[in-house]
């Protein structure tokens, strides 16, 4: 990988050596991580807002079930439409920032990164499932036998909606990994090891940056505790991320997880009440606390790392961080 020389020439104003890295030709990999974020995230948030402001207006007036149901349903298709569409214009953004290819963060489908996908999702099912089962087996969750639907009575409907909550859960996890791990991580990388001798340190480094970003995107939907708990989950579909360098397993790790909303039965609609369906429900047997939603994840963390490592291992004979991860914007075009 050859090396940038530095351009230390005096006919660079300040503003271009803040703006452009030492070859003059590109922005620096901290616009290249603050800019596409940026576009992304206020056009995830933006458009949210504007959907739900139009549900407001359009489920007020419905009394009847079936028709909130339906509407409600419509309203999930609309939010992975406006999903969709911001991680589409940050990847694009960041293509365009990077001189790099699509391909290049991770999205290049093959039966390779379908199987990781597939993967993918059993570790988060296993990880999210395992967690639950720590905690009650030390006493803090009650489970349960119980085969739930989604809180509709029409099968058909029902089934409808199990398919545009998936839809719109897929969207999110999506969105969140091709912003958070594969532009943050990917430029921040490139970033930090102009300045590190150590790939490894460089990409912890990315990581690390990563988290809090990650975790402030999920401030006004859970609070402080879903700061800090998607900051944890961070960590795990980073791992995913930087030992494959595809979005594929990560995708597959963060929407298998959703086994937890399931057996928690965790609402996803308050009216109508909808949920994901389940054949174990879990309930608290006393007060939820900060402390035990760490626990919770600390330990889906350690479950889910370990059987990434294994899967990685078994595809790839080693574990390790991923050449595609390290590599720069100049190996992409080549």
């Not at 970033?191 to 995107?217: D, E, K, Q």
């Not at 961070?234 to 997880?257: K, Q």
Request: aromatic share 6%; hydrophobic share 55%.
């Amino acid at each position: 990988m050859a090396e940038s020389t530095i351009d230390d020439s005096p006919d660079r104003s300040i503003g271009e050596r803040l703006l452009y890295d030492s070859s003059g030709a590109r922005l620096r990999a901290l616009w290249r991580v603050l800019v596409p974020l940026l576009v992304a995230v206020a056009i995830y948030a933006a458009g949210q807002s504007l959907v739900n402001r139009f549900a407001a207006g359009l489920l007020e007036p419905i009394a009847d079930g079936t028709s909130r149901v339906v509407a409600t349903a419509v309203l999930f298709v609309a939010l992975s439409a406006v999903i969709a569409l911001a991680g589409v214009a940050g990847l694009l953004v960041a293509s365009r920032l990077d001189r790099r290819p699509l391909s290049s963060y991770g999205l290049d489908v093959s039966g390779r990164w379908l199987r990781d996908f597939a993967a993918g999702i059993l570790i988060g099912v296993v990880a999210a499932a395992g967690a639950i089962g720590y905690l009650a087996a030390r006493g803090d969750v009650a489970l349960s036998p119980s085969v739930t639907g989604v809180g509709v009575d029409s099968p058909p409907l029902g089934g409808l909606v199990v398919l545009v909550l998936l839809l719109f859960l897929l969207a999110n996890n999506a969105f969140e990994e091709i912003v958070f791990r594969a532009i943050v991580i990917g430029n921040a990388v490139e970033g930090f090891r102009s300045g590190a001798s150590n790939a490894t340190v460089a990409v912890v480094g990315a990581v690390v940056v990563s988290l809090p970003v990650f975790g402030a995107l999920h401030l006004l939907g859970g609070g402080p505790m879903a700061v800090v708990t998607s900051a944890i989950g961070g960590i795990l579909f980073a791992t995913a991320y930087v030992l494959t360098g595809r979005l594929a397993l990560p995708i597959g790790v963060h929407f298998g997880g959703l086994a937890d909303l399931s057996i928690r039965q965790q609402p996803l609609s308050t009216d109508p009440e909808l949920t994901l369906p389940s054949v174990v429900v879990a309930e608290l047997t006393g007060d939820p606390s900060f402390l035990t939603g760490i626990e919770l994840w600390a330990v889906r963390l350690l479950l889910g790392v370990a059987l990434i490592c294994l899967w990685v291992y078994a595809t790839d004979g080693e574990v390790s961080i991923a050449d595609r991860v390290l590599a720069t914007a100049a190996d992409s075009e080549r």
